[in-house]
């Protein structure tokens, strides 16, 4: 019975193998014959989590308990290890007051973490078994809907996707944060704590070698305890490498807002370990955004299923959200290098229909739909690669109309919080000087005197791609506005006005656009000298400041 099990274990790993090389030679003469290779799906990472503190680190305990309760993100496999908190004692930099990485590095070696997520991986017991349930499972799980209907195709079947599943091992990574400043704050309008995060990335390296080890060490059912024995010291032999990949920092913060504060009204009152609890569950979902703008094995690729709509078969499952931004990527065979070349064809991002996947994949799932920004004509197959901005933007621009001058509006895209495409929170100021006919002390008659006027105010919009490279984009908001003449009036006149109108954005580039639009203001509510409100409205002072005004300009997207 044994040497059946262990030929069965051996035909298995030569049957993987054959097919590896089969893809292999499929993959060579591709490029030979100048066939665009559509890389492979994402891979979903795995990550364990560790927490890492210095012996008098303030709010350590509390910290510890809000650390273990911290909601990991769907996106990446969670590996959980026996002890998630590392303690250290007097390694913090004297100016920096970090715990270098390796100090961590060290650390990690010393109490086996590889070996132990390994041992997770292939759900190793005590007594040497393993086996590969998780593995298939996670292999299913991670697989894209076209590799599923590919093998469903052929007679590879699940076996082929056990053979996908097993390269989930190559990616998984421990991050170590390490809260490098958390004090607590007092201010007038709130109190609670603050805090500066620095998360390191490490990865686990394991070569063919150690491979070949674990199923040399793999401990069956029928061996005698001799062998057991023999296979249980072989695998305490297996010491992965684990290669630091790099460091991200961020900071974050929890305030209970007083009771004289708007916040303080609408908002209640929070304990120390709650108010930690949310930073650090803050600090860790910025942290996240942080390694997947700066490490491209964190950004999801796969291919574009369809381009009416753009459609590609990924979803919640890859942490997928409103307004996330993909570059599009054609690769093609370049016969004169040898090389596939690849070439940005365009930008597209996530709109509101995004397909639930969290799960088995299976054949049938429906795909997310995406809508272009910018760029050329999308095709089948192109390739989508996470590229996440800041969300936020930057417009300026002119007017020289009655009521125009020179415009900064700061914007935000606020729709990926509330699951709206293209749905902004913007602030702006404005300045305009010139002669303007101004109310006389007689309050009857006009004269032309020089004011300059300030505006600040905030808008809500909402922008439509029906094309490509083109964006309309409607608005609504209000402003303040106050004039100034100090020769003329000591005190500034303050008007209120509401602003409604739109704009067309053209992309020159896929963070910059250039604008044209219309305003039309009107004004509500009296106007005010300083302090002192008045009986009249803002244009019965000002009888030009009001009605339409188009304008042009530049936007930069970040």
């Not at 001058?405 to 702006?428: D, H, K, Q």
Request: charged share 25%; hydrophobic share 40%.
């Amino acid at each position: 019975m044994m040497n059946i099990e262990k030929v069965c274990v051996c035909f298995c790993l030569a049957l993987l193998f054959f097919l590896k090389l089969q893809a292999q030679e499929a993959e060579d003469k591709m490029q030979r014959e100048g066939v665009a290779i559509i890389p492979e799906a994402y891979d979903r990472s795995s990550i364990s989590l560790i927490l890492v503190y210095q012996n008098g680190d303030p709010f350590s305990s509390m910290l510890i308990d809000a650390f273990r309760a911290v909601n990991q993100s769907e996106k990446f496999f969670v590996n959980p290890l026996s002890e998630p908190v590392l303690r250290f004692r007097n390694v913090r930099h004297a100016e920096t007051n970090v715990i270098h990485q390796q100090h961590i590095l060290q650390q990690l070696n010393e109490n086996q973490y590889p070996r132990e997520i390994i041992s997770f991986w292939y759900n190793r017991k005590e007594n040497g078994l393993m086996d590969m349930e998780l593995i298939h499972k996670r292999g299913m799980m991670n697989a894209t809907v076209e590799e599923v209907m590919r093998n469903q195709a052929t007679t590879r079947g699940n076996l082929a996707l056990m053979d996908y599943g097993n390269r989930l091992i190559e990616r998984s990574y421990i991050i170590a944060l390490d809260f490098t400043e958390l004090k607590r704050v007092k201010a007038d309008d709130y109190e609670g704590f603050s805090g500066q995060l620095r998360a390191s990335l490490f990865r686990i390296n394991l070569s063919e070698a150690e491979r070949g080890l674990i199923y040399d060490a793999w401990v069956l059912p029928g061996d005698s305890r001799e062998d057991a024995a023999a296979k249980q010291a072989l695998y305490n032999q297996l010491s992965p490498d684990l290669q630091y990949i790099t460091s991200v920092s961020t900071s974050a913060s929890a305030y209970n807002y007083k009771e004289h504060t708007f916040l303080g009204q609408i908002t209640s009152s929070r304990s120390d370990d709650q108010l930690i609890a949310s930073l650090t569950q803050r600090a860790y979902d910025q942290m996240l955004t942080e390694l997947e703008r700066n490490y491209t094995d964190f950004n999801v690729v796969t291919p574009l299923h369809s381009v009416r709509p753009l459609a590609a078969r990924i979803g919640k499952k890859e942490g997928l959200r409103v307004d996330q931004r993909f570059f599009v990527y054609e690769h093609r065979y370049d016969r004169t290098t040898g090389q596939i070349v690849e070439t940005r064809r365009g930008v597209i991002r996530a709109g509101s229909e995004i397909s639930d996947n969290r799960g088995e994949a299976m054949s049938e799932m429906e795909p997310s739909i995406f809508y272009q920004t910018s760029g050329r004509r999308l095709q089948e197959g192109f390739v989508l690669q996470q590229q996440n901005d800041l969300g936020i933007e930057l417009r300026f621009d002119y007017s020289n109309a009655e009521m125009g001058g020179f415009t900064a509006e700061l914007g935000a895209s606020v729709g990926r919080f509330f699951g709206i495409p293209a749905f902004y929170l913007s602030g702006m100021v404005g300045f305009d000087a010139g002669s303007y006919d101004y109310l006389a002390d007689d309050g009857q008659t006009f004269a032309e005197e020089d004011f300059s006027f300030l505006q600040y105010g905030i808008s809500l919009a909402k922008g439509y791609h029906f094309v490509r490279n083109f964006e309309i984009r409607p608005h609504f908001g209000v402003f303040f506005e106050t004039a100034r003449n100090e020769d003329l009036v000591e005190e500034e006149i303050q008007g209120i006005f509401l602003n409604a109108g739109g704009s067309l954005g053209i992309h020159l580039a896929h963070y910059m656009q250039l604008v044209a639009g219309y305003n039309q203001h009107i004004s509500i509510g009296n106007a005010s000298f300083g302090d002192e409100e008045t009986e009249l409205l803002y244009t019965d002072i000002f009888p030009g400041r009001e009605g339409g005004s188009p304008f042009f300009g530049i936007r930069f997207i970040f």
